[in-house]
T-cell receptor
Framework: DQQVKQNSPSLSVQEGRISILNCDYT??????FLWYKKYPAEGPTFLIS???IKDKNEDGRFTVFLNKSAKHLSLHIVPSQPGDSAVYFC???????????WGAGTKLIIKP | NAGVTQTPKFQVLKTGQSMTLQCAQD?????MYWYRQDPGMGLRLIYY???????DKGEVPNGYNVSRLNKREFSLRLESAAPSQTSVYFC??????????????FGPGTRLTVL
């Protein structure tokens, strides 16, 4: 039973355009969400996060949107650059819990 | 400041062999984690240590043991390796301040193959 789902295994986007990565969750107790980025042969690195008290968080080219009623979040990258090609993981954390629940990841390919 | 380091980077074992994966962090973090990542799946938590001296099971602990040797080091042991344990193993650490929102920092991973 996957509590965090990333339904698109891969996504291909033209350089300079917007990349939109999606994530759905089932547990309404989740109240903190994170996006991590992973390059081949490296560990994941933190990208951006959002608390359930917000519906948007922005950091440079990266914006995360949270729709609590739909249990859906998305990561927007504008404009997309070749260095953004990586696997992106969505993760969620329940209140007062040390553990993160991870999605399966979406491989983003930025085409020149 | 090396962050989180893991050894070895690669390992091939035969079924039934044992081995220990080593992890160390130099960021003075309180909490440490061991995950495995399998193709088409997200990271799954094997064990974690919220603070020095404590360890707890995660989602997939069977077949593994851990030791929090000190604040810096957290090792993962496979006593009798099985092909189902073929995976990429990641160690992570986290400050674990009063806010549970602080992020986890990951090592580069150990790619383990069990024949």
């Amino acid at each position: 039973d996957q509590q965090v789902k990333q339904n698109s295994p891969s996504l291909s986007v033209q350089e300079g355009r917007i990349s939109i990565l999606n994530c759905d969750y089932t547990n309404s107790m989740f109240d903190y969400f994170l996006w991590y980025k992973k390059y081949p042969a490296e560990g994941p690195t933190f990208l951006i996060s959002i608390s359930s008290i917000k519906d948007k968080n922005e950091d440079g080219r990266f914006t995360v949107f949270l729709n609590k009623s739909a249990k859906h979040l998305s990561l927007h990258i504008v404009p997309s650059q070749p260095g953004d090609s990586a696997v992106y993981f969505c993760a969620a954390s329940p209140d007062s819990n040390y553990q993160l629940i991870w999605g399966a990841g979406t491989k983003l390919i930025i085409k020149p | 400041n090396a962050g989180v380091t893991q050894t070895p980077k690669f390992q091939v074992l035969k079924t039934g062999q044992s081995m220990t994966l080593q992890c160390a962090q130099d960021m003075n973090h309180n909490s440490m984690y061991w995950y495995r990542q399998d193709p088409g799946m997200g990271l799954r938590l094997i064990y974690y240590s919220a603070s020095e001296g404590t360890t707890d099971k995660g989602e997939v602990p069977n077949g593994y043991n851990v030791s929090r040797l000190n604040k810096r080091e957290f090792s993962l042991r496979l006593e009798s390796a099985a092909p189902s344990q073929t995976s990429v193993y990641f160690c992570a650490s986290r400050v674990m301040s009063a806010s549970y929102t602080d992020t986890q920092y990951f090592g580069p991973g150990t790619r383990l193959t069990v024949l």
